[in-house]
């Protein structure tokens, strides 16, 4: 009765705007016979609705919609919906191989997965049944995002830059703008950069970490130094650069004074090596290091200040474990295409490889099949689990002994 009352009104009442409070009436009293109605009969509701609530079509039906899904009495037809595609126990499986890859994205862990769970199955790292595994590996990234949603919950921390620039050498080091090795066809050209740990009191001698990131691959070393001298930054450069899978053909650098300098120019003409530099001001011009600079080094030592031959030791300990974990099991995504469109700028990127894969695609001619048969190896013999334990126990090392007083982060953990 209540309702043909209300019909009535609608059909007979001069068009009058509602409160709030009567449109959700209106909407409590039709939502269940709309639900029950026909589609003729659902029409004709959803006209009186808009005659009587100002409501347009569309917006119309998905209130009635929701109205009749909470008002008191009504339930859900059984039997409709999808029924769910994946199981706990492969969600599961999913968080766990998230958080070995330490966190990554959808669209980078979905292309790694088949090469990860078969690596942790090779270790005894993880047992699937089979129809677990084939939803694990059948999971789109959309719904690996969806699934994780709710497990990420990440602070952001934004650093401070300790660069001084180096006037010296300038006119002897031609600079190199952020588009010139974009297209880059060969490995061995780095871009590198030195990131500070004076946890936020830049005076004394602190530790510093050199980056050094191969543009082609992404495949990325790192070395802790006692401070900034030049001697400590041309040594690391030697060392380091010796463990790239490949032949270095080119640095690129900021204009800061510890790269400015006769030791690294000298060093790089010895060896053959092209030197350039960024434009001043320009940190577009270093961006894949800059980006390096976060996702592989503050993500696992933070900004607390680190000193001393010991925990600069320490430091290169974490290194040694972690420039394995980055460039086997880290996929990454590079930009192929970018377009403009008005105001907007659309990216199109490739499909997500770990620096090792984009390392053996290469062909044999800039790098030999010997040297690829023994990363091969070495790749197989890795346990990312274990690497990621290992990480774990480095960083709450270097955490304990940060200095009394200062913010220090809670012990790492996988989740």
């Given at each position: ?25 209106v ?50 037809r059984?039997?409709r919906?999808?029924k769910?595609s ?10 766990r191989?998230?958080?070995?890859l ?50 990420r919950?990440?602070l952001?921390v ?27 066809t ?77 030791h ?22 270093g ?30 300990d974490?290194?040694?474990?972690l ?73 709450n ?11 220090v ?7």
């Open positions: 009765m209540a309702t043909r009352n209300v019909r009535h009104q609608i059909q007979e009442d001069s068009v009058m705007p509602l409160s709030l409070t009567e449109r959700q009436a909407l409590r009293e039709l939502a269940d016979p709309y639900r029950r109605a026909r589609k003729r009969e659902q029409t004709q509701i959803i006209n009186q609705v808009q005659t009587l609530c100002g409501y347009n079509r569309s917006y119309a039906a998905r209130a009635l919609r929701s109205a009749s899904s909470r008002g008191r009495g009504s339930a859900a059984p039997g919906g999808r769910p994946y199981d706990p126990a492969a969600k599961a499986a999913l968080i191989c998230w958080a070995i330490n966190f990554t994205t959808g669209k980078r862990l979905q292309p790694f997965l088949p090469d990860l769970v078969a690596q942790l199955e090779r270790h005894g790292e993880l047992t699937l049944e089979p129809t677990v595994r084939g939803q694990l590996l059948a999971m789109s990234a959309a719904s690996i995002d969806r699934f994780l949603a709710a497990e919950r990440r952001e934004k650093g401070r830059s300790g660069t001084k620039p180096g006037t010296l050498l300038k006119h002897q080091i031609p600079v190199r703008t952020w588009a010139e090795w974009d297209d880059a060969q490995p061995g050209f780095l871009e590198i950069d030195l990131v500070s740990h004076d946890g936020g009191a830049a005076r004394g001698d602190f530790a510093w970490t050199l980056d050094m990131v191969d543009i082609l691959t992404g495949w990325t070393e790192t070395a802790a130094v006692p401070n900034k001298a030049r001697k400590w930054v041309r040594d690391a450069l030697h060392t380091h650069c010796a463990q790239f899978p490949f032949v270095i053909r080119g640095i690129d650098s900021d204009n800061g004074s510890e790269f400015i300098n006769h690294l120019v000298d060093w790089c003409e010895t060896h053959q090596i092209t030197f350039t530099r960024s434009r001043a001001y320009h940190k577009n011009d961006c894949y290091v800059e980006q390096k600079n976060w996702t592989v080094i503050r993500r696992y030592v933070g900004y607390l200040r680190y000193e001393g031959a010991e925990q600069v030791a320490w430091l290169n974490l290194y040694a474990t420039r394995l974990y980055t460039n086997f099991f880290q996929p990454l995504q590079k930009a192929v295409a970018k377009e403009r469109r008005g105001a907007r700028t659309y990216r199109r990127y490739d499909r997500a490889q770990t620096p090792f894969q984009r390392v053996m695609a290469l062909p044999d001619t800039l790098i030999s099949p010997d040297r690829k048969a023994a990363l091969q190896a070495q790749y197989e013999a890795l346990n990312p689990a274990a690497l990621r334990r290992d990480l774990l126990h480095l960083q090392r270097l955490w304990d002994t940060a200095p009394v007083g200062k913010d982060p809670e012990k790492a953990s996988m989740l």
